[in-house]
């Protein structure tokens, strides 16, 4: 079966607090991505990566930065944590070139910022 | 703007049969994407429709009228394990996915 998962399902941290979110898939794909979902709203991309060492931003970047220094393994930081921050956080993995693939989620990480 | 229109909540009958509605305005269309979530979890793929017409797999068909920007979900004999969120995503011309915010349906007895 082909798995993303998601470091942490939940999280309490407290404002200006750095939050790591990692999220690592075992399907060999080239494309990952970072979405947030909140209530009343569709997901929002934050940040995508196609390659190794590549990013791009999303439509909500602000805030946050990614890192992937490994195929398998996409980190969503969050430097300085604020209270607007809190949301569930979705990694999802797809296969290079097929820019409408399917997408294979995470479970999602909540955080919750106080 | 880019705009996804699904109802927020539908409610069926155990073995009945539900259509979730999804309309969309976009600049540009590369395909349509149903998943879904169930609470807690994370979303599932179901269909991508990118022709007009009907897809059926299973209890589950998707619908799709590129000339109306509109596609619908049907689930026909209805299982409360079919209680979800169910999402409509459209691919735009940057072959950008832009999400619904997602139908949630209640299967009662």
Known sequence: ?114 | GQNIDQPTEMTATEGAIVQINCTYQTSGFNGLFWYQQHAGEAPTFLSYNVLDGLEEKGRFSSFLSRSKGYSYLLLKELQMKDSASYLCAVVDSNYQLIWGAGTKLIIKP
């Open chain 1, 1 to 114: 079966d082909v798995k993303v998962t998601q470091s942490s399902r939940y999280l309490v941290k407290r404002t200006g607090e750095k939050v790591f979110l990692e999220c690592v898939q075992d399907m060999d794909h080239e494309n990952m991505f970072w979405y947030r979902q909140d209530p009343g709203l569709g997901l929002r991309l934050i940040y995508f990566s196609y390659d190794v060492k590549m990013k791009e931003k999303g439509d909500i970047p602000e805030g946050y930065s990614v890192s992937r220094e490994k195929k398998e393994r996409f980190s969503l930081i969050l430097e300085s944590a604020s209270t607007n921050q809190t949301s569930m956080y979705l990694c999802a993995s797809s296969t290079s070139g097929q820019v409408t693939g399917e997408l294979f989620f995470g479970e999602g990480s909540r955080l919750t910022v106080l």
